[in-house]
């Protein structure tokens, strides 16, 4: 068993990777010492079992950068991902049939990553790539998530960041926020039109695991020019299946094979 110890300097040798990652260019030593706080020879063994593990690379005049680990990573999270697996199917089919982009988006830390994307639309990019980000409290995608987040975990955030989600529209106390949760939960899906791109509606469902723990979401990303009345609803409709059955797969393996 790990003592407190060997968690505390596992904690800090990741927050090494999470500043290298969080850097728009590469990272000298000197920047890394004057951020972390750490002593020398502290960080030297933190940058050592990285770079030996293929998680960091140096390049003279560059500093240290993610290395070549992170995207074998990826390629194997892609192919190995219960959830990513099971989505393919059912998001390709949704995209030849829906005209926009179709993400599959997971709750990291306090924040919403996107880990797969299917389609285009010839009126608009995506600006959420495999990997990137989303805002926590904006775009249907990360509401719908945080509408099936545990009491407590809101509670937290609320205390945190009560201002971001007056600005969301979510709610200007936390009763507040709670009531439009609930309605969202309610409904069973969520929509919303230029919360982070203008001209652009999302449509979101939520995922589940075998537990019924919110998973991820299920949403595609139209023009809402070309939205006619009523058609939310019944797109709504249609992701809502797609995530159930994808639900279904993860929380039945056997029985999808």
Same mark, same amino acid.
């Given at each position: 068993m790990a003592t407190a110890d060997t968690q505390n300097s596992l904690s800090k040798m990741i927050s090494v990777l999470d500043l290298i990652e969080a850097s728009s260019a590469g990272l000298t030593l000197e920047e890394m010492l004057e951020a972390m706080q750490l002593s020398r020879s502290t960080l030297y063994r933190y940058i050592r079992v990285l770079s030996e593990a293929g998680l960091i690379v140096s390049l003279p005049n560059f500093g240290y950068t993610l290395g070549p680990r992170v995207a074998e990573l990826d390629l194997k999270m892609r192919t190995q991902d219960p959830l990513i697996a099971a989505s393919i199917p059912v998001m390709t089919e949704l995209a030849r049939t =829906? #005209?926009? =982009?179709v993400l599959l988006c997971r709750k990291y830390r306090d924040k919403v990553l996107c880990v797969h994307q299917e389609? +285009? +639309? #010839? +009126?608009? !990019? +995506?600006?959420?790539e495999r990997g990137q980000d989303r805002p926590l409290f904006r775009g249907s995608a990360s509401r719908i998530i945080l509408a099936y987040t545990e009491a407590r975990a809101i509670a937290r955030l609320y205390a945190e960041r009560s201002e971001e989600f007056a600005e969301a529209n979510l709610g200007k106390s936390l009763e507040e926020v709670k009531a439009e949760? *609930?309605? $969202? !939960?309610?409904v069973g899906y969520d929509s919303t039109t230029a919360q982070i791109t203008a001209g652009v509606t999302g449509i979101a469902a939520p995922v589940f695991d075998s537990k019924g723990t919110i998973a991820g979401s299920l949403s595609v990303t139209l023009s809402a020019a070309a939205l006619r009345p009523g058609e =939310?609803?019944? $797109? *709504?409709?249609? $992701?809502?299946l797609c995530a159930s059955i994808v639900s279904r797969a993860i929380s039945h393996p056997t029985a999808a094979r």
């Open positions: =829906v #005209p926009g =982009v389609g +285009s +639309s #010839p +009126s608009f !990019r +995506s600006g959420y949760l *609930a309605r $969202i !939960r309610h =939310v609803a019944q $797109i *709504a409709e249609r $992701i809502m």
